[in-house]
């Protein structure tokens, strides 16, 4: 039984995203070539990048599969928050690998957020960062308009990291 926090499952994957809530959208080249996209997938989907960007990762398996669980979390020590989700689909395609996860009960936003590579005709490895979310507890309604942009900035921070990632190998 899914214990997912919104009735839009799998709207990242799908679109259009859903009205009511902040969207996010960020799109950035990450390098070039077949191994470069493997390199990219793999870290993606195995939560090397979120943790190379500084997040906590608990997850209920190695990989992102659909239906399994992952706490992504954030600061330091008594400061640190939680984000309990849910993997709601994955691609594991030729020319593009990813998942979404969306949130679960004691997540601070209600919402899904997707993290896909796809190598393009032309070579070129895109990571995008595609979600939509509105703050589901209270502290997360004070922060208001600063929530969106720590959201697009870590959505940034996850694409540098992934191309750093990819270009050492």
């Known amino acids: 039984m899914s214990t997912l926090t919104y009735p839009e499952v799998g709207a990242t994957r799908l679109g259009p995203l859903p009205d009511g809530y902040n969207h996010l959208h960020h799109r950035a080249a990450i390098g070039r070539g077949r191994a470069a996209f493997e390199a990219a997938g793999a870290a993606v989907t195995e939560w090397r990048m979120?943790?190379?960007?500084?997040?906590?990762?608990?997850a209920s398996a190695p990989r992102a599969a659909a239906g399994g669980t992952v706490e992504v979390s954030a600061g330091i020590g008594r400061l640190r928050i939680g984000a309990p989700c849910e993997i709601v689909w994955t691609a594991y395609e030729s020319d593009r690998t990813g998942f979404a996860y969306g949130t679960r009960a004691r997540h601070p936003e209600?919402?899904?957020e997707?993290?896909?590579?796809e190598l393009a005709d032309d070579g070129t490895v895109w990571f995008t960062v595609t979600?939509?979310?509105r703050p589901a507890c209270w502290y997360a309604r004070l922060a208001g308009p600063l929530v969106p942009l720590a959201q697009h900035w870590y959505a940034r921070r996850l694409g540098k990291v992934l191309r750093r990632i990819v270009s050492t190998g």
Not at 50 to 58: D, E, I, K
């Open 50 to 58: 979120h943790r190379a960007a500084g997040a906590g990762v608990s």
């Open 110 to 112: 209600c919402g899904e």
């Open 114 to 117: 997707s993290f896909v590579v």
């Open 131 to 133: 979600a939509f979310s």
